[in-house]
């Protein structure tokens, strides 16, 4: 069974971290349901284990936190759905990549409910949307935008940290990092794709369409 939490309001991002910590080894005991647990975070920025510090372009502007998430800088804040993901990974095949894989394919089926075509690219990460609303790059291709992040960490092959989609975040604030080290590339939103899309909608189409990827688990 999988326990789902919403909680409202601004979660303090140690204090998230500490929560996920101690329910991923109660699960990996056997104490505790998984769970997701759905939140909102204050304006921060958050560095994985792959951050470069030069990607850091604002380092004054909002709190930084060190994480051991993979990946490298990210943003969160108010706007931005954020989903941790404290699944048991080991009954799902011990296969990392594919629950990496599993995840993104979550959010594209998310996406999709508001009819956003998300995908995937090689050596990329996160989940990106071509814009046809904006001119062709000097390349002659469509510019694309990053409009959900994917950072986990396992810990006795339970997972937690997550995803994160943008709702109606600030789009500004993003402009302290370089998102994921990529530079080329812009954020958008639900919002500023033109869809008036709220938080509980996005709530609703992920659960809607969790249990297609994660509703299966060996041997149970």
């Known amino acids: 069974m999988v326990e789902w939490i919403i909680t409202d309001g601004l979660t ?17 005991a056997g104490e505790a349901d998984e769970l997701i647990w759905l939140v909102e975070h204050p304006p921060l920025y958050t ?51 594919a629950f990496v894989k599993s995840l993104e ?5 998310t996406l999709d409910q508001f009819n956003i075509k998300g995908e995937i690219r090689e050596g990329r990460v996160g989940v ?8 062709l790059t000097i390349t002659g291709q469509k510019p694309e935008d990053k409009i959900a992040a994917i950072g986990i960490r396992l810990r006795k ?22 998102p994921c080290g990529i530079t080329e590339h812009g954020v958008t939103s639900l919002v500023d794709l033109g869809l008036p899309v709220t938080m509980d909608d996005l709530d609703v189409a992920l659960r809607h369409t ?11």
């Open 210 to 220: 969790f249990d297609h990827h994660f509703g299966a688990i060996s041997g149970v």
């Open 105 to 109: 394919e979550w959010v594209i089926d």
């Open 47 to 97: 560095a994985g284990t792959s951050a470069k510090i030069q990607d850091l372009t604002d380092p004054d502007r909002f709190p930084v936190y060190e994480t051991k998430r993979g990946g490298q800088y990210t943003y969160h804040g108010p706007g931005q759905r954020v989903a941790y993901v404290m699944l048991d990974v080991g009954k799902r095949g011990h296969d990392v990549r």
């Open 12 to 28: 303090d991002y140690r204090e998230a971290e500490a929560f996920m910590e101690a329910r991923a080894a109660q699960i990996a």
């Open 128 to 135: 990106w949307v071509a814009r046809d609303d904006k001119p």
């Open 157 to 178: 092959w339970v997972s937690f940290h997550g995803i994160s989609i943008n709702v109606e975040p600030d789009l500004s604030h993003f402009t302290g990092i370089v």
